[in-house]
């Protein structure tokens, strides 16, 4: 964890003065190994994200808004359901700008010195946790994905008088097959109704639910709840594992496909900075084209209220007319958004 002398008001997990931050400085003879490292970075984020199911953009940020001392920066910034953007990640190649500042050499294998090629880059956990609540969160509470999930299965016995030894040895024995591969927990406390029960696992997201009752004894079975779509189904004793498994597989994948469709969705074009201002005021993300200027960026944000965040790193767009805010030909298709 590092801390920061924050200037601006906090906000819990988005804005904070202790950051729990995961960086890397990296070092480099050529600027084509450090190209190859911000791909390598590139593709760590692209998977933990993935796997988080979290819904982003990946965008070069404009040069008056990069990294102080960087040749250029990238940024994931993923979708709030208030609107604004939430920066996830950062990346950043810093040539030998700061090689040259702080004199950082190296021998080459002729024996004469070089100036070194930097790259940093930063994944913000606290930012991260709060896309995960924002975008996947319900009316109920958490919906978390199953790599990140405290407890990945809860099992919860429905007690029935005179049976209750059977039904408790049974979800003990679905307890000790599930625990070998995923975080299970069996809630037998006494003092808490299963609805309650049920009540208290759908807030705290645990992505799987086996209710187990005296028909369930009776015929072998489990009845599974999974949490991001609340559906439940009845599975065979022999089957579970296998169907557990599938389902955390989907519970992955629904997760991470609602997210993109969002993303995707929040995203409108503006054609004047009227535009640009009922889209934000409709909490979602706006398109535009720009001619590059700071004034442009500045008259944007003045007006509308929100920020140019940069153009697609990842997709190639090209502009076609003019800049929504000075009518001079446009050089950047980029993205413009409120952001925490």
Known sequence: NVYRRETKATRALYRVREIPWNEAHTVHEAPSEAEKQIREALEIYQKVLKRLGIGYMTLKRPDFDKFAGAVYSIAFDAWNPDGKVNQ??????LGRNFAKAYEIEFEKKDGSRGIAYQTCYGFGFSRALAAVIAQHGDDRGLVLPPVIAPAQVVIIPIPFKGQEKQIQEYASKIKDMLSKRWRTILDDRKDVTPGEKFYHWELMGAPIRIEVGPREVAEASATVARRDTLERIKVSLDELV??????????ETSLLEKSQRMMLSLISDARSVEEVKKILRDRRIARIEWCGRVECAERLKEEAGGEIRGER????????????????????????ARAY
Request: aromatic fraction near 8%; include cysteine.
């Open 313 to 336: 790193y990842d997709v190639a767009e090209t502009p076609t007319g003019k800049c929504i805010a000075c009518e001079n030909d446009a050089r950047f298709v980029v993205y413009v």
């Open 88 to 93: 996830v990640a950062t990346i950043h190649n």
């Open 242 to 251: 296998e169907k557990v498994e599938e389902l955390m597989k989907s519970i």
